[in-house]
């Protein structure tokens, strides 16, 4: 699978390693990114594949700098924890990288050419197929915002990215998956991507929101070729 071929070409030493750090990766050490402590509410037990926030009010309050005392002792004890973008920071969040490498293939997106060199994740899920990638933009339009990722062809959901600010979180690099493997990262840099290039990668994924848009995708050209403008108006049911 792309990308997830660098994890697994990996010497097992190096692989080992990885898993065994106790800290947040270098990457995510500036003030750009937030951070809050995860458990399991179920057992009660912080490292067991923990997705809920302990402490109340963390999207405003609550959360941490990489050197607080209280992520860095959390973290330390191999709890899970999880990371907010901030400033110019942003998160996409995939859950099926099959599917966007194959509309890359298609030609309908660059989700190669914009992430594959980008700090990654590789989610604990047992599938392999879910992943974290964390990328800067200048882009002010979406801060604070969520955007959903849909296959326009198919309908199903792709994952979402979480811009700077928005209140929400991922679970951060060597935590536990529910599955019982950890989320990995690898050691390339945070990419920029440019407000252009960020515009265009996600307007595929956006719903048509003017109505001569909407009309001219769900009425073939043909129709509107074939039509004048009194016939066209009569055909559609309009009145000037």
């Given at each position: 699978m792309w990308l997830w071929c660098e994890f697994v070409n990996m010497a097992e030493e190096e692989v080992a390693l990885k898993l065994a750090e106790n800290t947040i990766p270098r990457q995510l050490q500036h003030g750009e990114f937030r951070f809050?402590?995860?458990?399991?509410?179920?057992?009660?037990?912080?490292?067991?594949?923990?997705?809920?926030?302990?402490?109340?009010?963390?999207?405003?309050?609550m959360n941490y700098a990489y050197t607080d005392s209280y992520i860095v002792k959390h973290v330390n004890r191999r709890n899970n924890?999880?990371?907010?973008?901030?400033?110019?920071m942003c998160i996409l969040d995939v859950d099926d990288i099959e599917q966007l490498v194959q509309l890359d293939n298609e030609g309908k997106i660059s989700f190669k050419e914009l992430f594959q060199d980008t700090f990654t994740v590789i989610s604990g899920h047992k599938s392999g197929n879910h992943g974290h990638y964390y990328f800067r933009t200048s882009s002010k339009r979406w801060n604070g915002k969520k955007i959903i990722l849909t296959n326009p062809d198919t309908g199903d959901h792709l994952g979402e990215i979480y811009m700077s600010d928005f209140s929400g979180f991922v679970v951060g690099p060597n935590s536990m998956h529910d599955h019982g493997n950890r989320y990995v990262a690898n050691d390339k840099e945070i990419v920029n991507i440019s407000t252009r290039d960020f515009e265009k990668f996600i307007n595929y994924f956006l719903p048509v929101a003017d109505d001569t848009a909407q009309y001219q995708k769900r009425i073939p050209k043909s129709f509107f070729d074939s039509c004048s403008q009194s016939s066209l108006t009569s055909k559609l049911g309009l009145k000037i």
């Open positions: 809050i402590r995860l458990f399991n509410p179920t057992t009660g037990k912080f490292p067991k594949a923990g997705k809920e926030p302990m402490d109340k009010g963390w999207p405003t309050e924890y999880g990371v907010l973008p901030r400033g110019q």
